[in-house]
């Protein structure tokens, strides 16, 4: 396809008897070739967003170049400039414009940004003066395989709605891996082998390729990782990538220093310093080949998510996980495995919330890849580490992954995950699952009510409240945990839950005849409450 389009500037008329209940519900559907090729009202009506950029006959030609490289970085479909219409809609038009400048307007990519692809056309409008007008209308297809760049080699994308440049090498050598202008994850490992890898953990998955590939046995591991371009064999030499290093040196950290994942736990529902520190756990930072640290942190959160009693949309009592595995542990894989070893000195955080589980991993989205868009479009940033885990097991079929965690939260009736981009100048992905204890603790509380009473449950005191959702959480609970929930002493924790046994709520579960009984805890003595 040319840059431009090189048949003479065409006039179109606009028609502006679509009804607006009609313009606003098709809007949001509308793609930057859908806008172009029809050339409707809509252009009067649509707003600066991740579309279109509107722009006055008398924009510098360098700024307009700037949004030229811009959207020719914006994955999927690049965007459009109107030259002609003000910041606040109002159609200015082009027609005083000079034939020099108008020359000028219409090869401003040619000159400004020769790397980008475009096509444009003159739209026949009327201008807020009531008189016929045209404006200069730019589609700039995104560039799927390289960094387009200004005439001075400035790089420009979309955040949100506005322009940002690129000015860290970091980030432009990111943006080219993403387009695959360079293969980061093929580049030379630099670390001596075998003897710096976990020959245990090469040889389980060489074996796993042999099995599955159906390898005779004689077929060498390093004939195997060459061939699933994990490093390069040469006169019997096997030099790794960083792609092998990642999944199999004994110390990644030696060749990205951030290749570690960190947990933090905290008390409250906000990280807090100071005098109101309020960590629960900072476990060190887990080291060592990815798929090791993978099976760490999925071991460590497996022993620290708790169960939750809750009542279903069924009306049902149902003791669940807070988070369910299969969503937790994609999202720790999903950031181990498609995050941005560009930013070497990052690691992966996972922080535990009372409320909420956060994965953040180092990286901005994919191209193409939005939290909108995640759950139908693909893009693997490391393919290669990517194949490794499909045989060891750690992912499925490429895809599936974000619907998986959205669906298995929905069959426990939690939010689905939440996808978001943060931090500008050092960008991160950060995957949040929401344990909604809040709204299960007063669903459940009310269910109680409406079994034993609204009255009874108003009469409880603070601490027999806190017993209470406690259970409804834990399914049980003994008097040391309920000393620590309360913040009362054992014989006072002893004396509010036996208060409650009385009014027949609890019941004591014990082995009769024992002084010291460690196993005594309480349940609800209703049995669609009692922990299953």
Known sequence: MSKRDEAPPVQLSLDFRVQEDAIDEILPLLSPHDIYDRATELLTVLREDRRIERKPPGIHLEPIGEYFCMWANTAPDGGLIAVGIDDDGGITGCKLLTTEKLNELEAVGDVRCQQARYVSKRVAVTNKAGEADFILLFHVFYHPTRLVETCNHKVFVRLGDKKKEVKSDEEKRQLRVDKGEIQYEQEPARLAYPDKFDRDLIEAFADQVRTVRNLRRETTTEHILAALR??????????????????????????????????????????????????????????????????????????????????????????????????????????????????????????????????????????????????????????????????????????????????????????????????????????????????RRKTSRQALGSIIGESLIEKLSKGELQIVDAIVARGSLSVSEASRITGHNWPTSRKLLMGLVERGILQYVHRKGMKVDRKAHFIFVHKGLAKT
């Open 230 to 439: 994990l490093g390069k064999l040469s006169d019997g030499d096997f030099s790794p990538n960083i792609a092998c290093a990642l999944a199999f040196a004994k110390d990644p950290v030696e060749v990205i220093p951030g290749c570690r994942i960190h947990f933090l736990q905290y008390a409250d529902v906000e990280a807090k310093g100071g005098k109101q520190f309020n960590e629960v756990a900072n476990i060190p930072p887990i080291e060592g080949p990815l798929p090791r640290q993978i099976a760490r942190i999925n071991d460590l959160l497996s022993h620290r998510i708790s169960t939750m009693s809750w009542f279903g949309s069924d009306g049902k009592f149902r003791t669940t996980p807070e988070y369910p595995p299969e969503a937790w542990q994609e999202a720790v894989v999903n950031a181990v495995v498609h995050r941005s070893y560009i930013y070497k000195n990052m690691k992966v955080f996972v922080r535990m919330f009372p409320d909420r589980l956060e994965i953040e991993s180092p990286g901005p989205f994919p191209p193409g890849v939005t939290p909108e868009s995640i759950y139908y479009v693909q893009h693997s940033r490391n393919p290669h580490l990517m194949e490794v885990m499909r045989y060891l097991g750690y992912v499925r079929e490429i895809g599936e992954g974000a619907p998986r965690m959205r669906d298995s939260m929905k069959k426990l009736e939690l939010p689905a995950p939440e996808f978001k981009e943060a931090h500008p100048d050092a960008p991160t992905v950060k995957v949040t699952l929401r344990n909604d204890a809040q709204n």
